[in-house]
């Protein structure tokens, strides 16, 4: 099997399993008790701090653990809305993952002022149009670090700037959970107050994430209860996932060039296919400029359906999607898709391949072979 699916999930290392196993056999303990035992398991939530923290040059103890990437999405954004004071507006990327988009409803229902913020044609925000909407009465700006579906790089830092001139005193909260530790980011230089990550998306188990609260930035928790991390997220630790998290977090740091390997696995895929497919489209930036993330690649093949590659390539050992899991059983466009305004054809068309740390150049090369004779054994069968 070659697994080039990793936006969706990764296969958690051996050693993050071990990790989790030897929390729930030997350090089962609550981290809130008192005695030696409990202080121990909470020693090594701080382990795990210090690493995510340390990959992002921020400080162990801005990191609130939460149940996902989802999650830390939401304690961002609706936990900072509802510290803005009065009617205010928040501004959204349109290209943003549903676990921000979807948070429009309810911060509507908080009085909030909710707009759209346009790409490019490639993917990536439109900052012109950014500066035309920024503005006194923003609070608060949505924008994701890469696209999980055509791995557009957002331009973060610019962002910033934009909202220290036009909006000061506004937060910026960026999704970083296709972006931690395949596209660096120090988060004090960038001005990002608020980022949110995921375990399971750097070989880490699911059921676990995390966001990175700047320091003075002050947030409503979205659960009530015994006041866990910090009071942000009530409800005893997943610790068996937290120090899987950590770990693969230690060996990720650790692998250096990692994220030229991954671009060059992507590229070779991405030569081999446009150099045998004509009429190949790529769907977001292009594959070696800087505004395209190492390790996604997404690209529509003329006349076959991307269901039809995914399934195709199936039977070849190879899996990939057809863009982002969450969405893929649904017949409309993404948000990512509209917001680049990308022809219906590209979209129902549309494969994404996705590397991770654990992919071989050797596997990239199987792939490319698996895809152009897959294209070619259904372009014969176009819908009319």
């Known amino acids: 099997m070659i697994y080039l699916d990793n936006s969706a999930t990764t296969r958690p290392l051996d050693a993050a399993v071990l990790a989790a196993r030897e929390m729930l056999e030997e350090n089962w303990f609550n981290p809130s008790a008192l005695y030696g035992q409990a202080v121990r398991v909470e020693k090594k939530m701080d382990a795990c701090r210090a690493s995510i923290a340390s990959a992002l040059s921020a400080k162990p103890d801005q990191v609130v653990f939460t149940g996902c990437g989802t999650e830390a999405d939401s304690l961002a ?3 900072a809305a509802e510290r803005l004071r009065g009617k205010r507006r ?3 990327f ?13 911060l509507a229902a908080l009085s909030q002022e909710v707009e759209l913020v346009p790409a490019t044609d490639e993917g990536v925000i439109d900052l012109d149009a950014l500066s035309a909407l920024l503005n006194e009465r923003v609070g608060l700006v949505g924008c994701m670090h890469v696209n999980n ?6 331009p973060i830092a610019r962002v910033s700037r934009l909202l220290q001139e036009k909006s000061p005193g506004a937060l910026l909260h960026v999704d970083g959970v296709q972006g931690f530790l395949r596209v660096p980011l ?4 960038a001005g990002v107050h608020l980022y949110a990550v995921s375990a399971h998306k750097v070989h880490g188990p699911k059921g676990v994430g995390a966001l990175i609260v700047s320091k003075g930035v002050k947030l409503s ?3 009530a209860g015994g006041g866990q991390e910090g009071g942000l997220r009530s409800g005893t630790e997943n610790t068996a996932g937290i120090a899987a998290f950590g770990e693969a977090v230690r060996w990720a740091s650790a692998q250096e060039g990692a994220p030229e390997r991954l671009r060059r696995m992507k590229l070779l895929l991405f030569e081999r ?5 004509d009429g190949l489209r790529v769907n977001g930036p292009a594959p070696e400029s800087g505004e395209a993330a190492p390790h996604i690649l997404n690209v529509s093949f003329p006349g076959v359906g991307g269901e039809v590659m995914v399934h195709a390539l199936e039977a070849e050992g190879v899996l990939c999607g057809t863009g982002a899991a969450c969405s893929s059983k649904k017949r409309e466009m993404s948000a990512a898709f509209r917001a680049m305004r990308a022809p219906r054809w590209a979209a129902e068309s549309a494969v994404r391949f996705s590397f991770g740390f654990l992919n071989t150049i050797e596997e990239a090369e199987e792939a490319a072979e698996a895809a152009v004779r897959c294209y070619r054994r259904y372009q ?3 819908r009319r």
Not at 149 to 154: N, P
């Open 149 to 154: 579906e055509t791995g557009a790089v957002q």
């Open 273 to 277: 296919l446009r150099e045998s497919i």
């Open 90 to 92: 928040v501004l959204l």
């Open 221 to 223: 928790p979205r659960l």
């Open 380 to 382: 014969g069968f176009q």
């Open 94 to 106: 349109a290209g943003e993952h549903p676990a921000v988009l979807n948070t429009a409803a309810q």
């Open 77 to 79: 954004i609706l936990g």
């Open 186 to 189: 120090d988060l004090r230089a």
